[in-house]
């Protein structure tokens, strides 16, 4: 049997599309795996952030308790947002509460903190007299939908002062 050239070129014809189709599909394929592989690291890198800027404002709070006159003035709250120089309402940045609370002996003038913020007046260890929970909140939203809720990261530290 002899193929004729219309024949050929029909052929030729149909593996030449079905060659681009296989492409296009590939194509397509890596396509979308590259950008939930690029969703999947935003993601991780944004919540490494959070727990970075948590662990820096527990030691802040440690450190500003440490230097704080509590007999004038009870520390009790750190805020901070559009950290890093961004703007966190639309999404770009990150909002940071930390929160302040005692544990300690009565001789600690603790008596400028509010009600909620002294959970007793009666502890003392031996190494320390003054003791502090400090739990950070870093909140955040998705860099490609900063129409989403908020994202929040909490750390929980207790500190001997």
Request: some cysteine; proline content about 1%; overall charge negative.
């Amino acid at each position: 049997m002899i193929y004729s050239t219309t024949q050929r070129k029909a052929f030729s014809l149909l593996v030449t599309l079905a060659i681009i189709v296989i492409m296009a599909s590939v194509a397509m394929l890596v396509t979308t795996l590259s950008g939930k592989i690029i969703k999947t690291t935003t993601t991780q890198f944004r919540k490494e952030q959070a727990a970075l800027l948590a662990r820096s404002y527990t030691e802040l709070a440690i450190l500003a308790v440490t230097g704080n006159d509590r007999s004038a003035d009870c520390l009790e709250d750190i805020d901070a947002s559009d950290v890093l120089g961004n703007d966190s309402d639309n999404g770009e940045g990150f909002r940071i509460r930390t929160r302040i609370s005692y544990i300690g002996a009565d001789d600690q003038n603790l008596d400028n903190c509010s009600n909620t913020r002294v959970f007793s007046d009666q502890v003392q260890t031996e190494e320390s007299s003054l003791n502090i929970i400090v739990d950070v909140y870093v909140e955040y939203k998705e860099l490609d939908n900063p129409d989403s809720q908020w994202i929040t990261y909490h750390r929980r530290t207790l500190q001997k002062i």
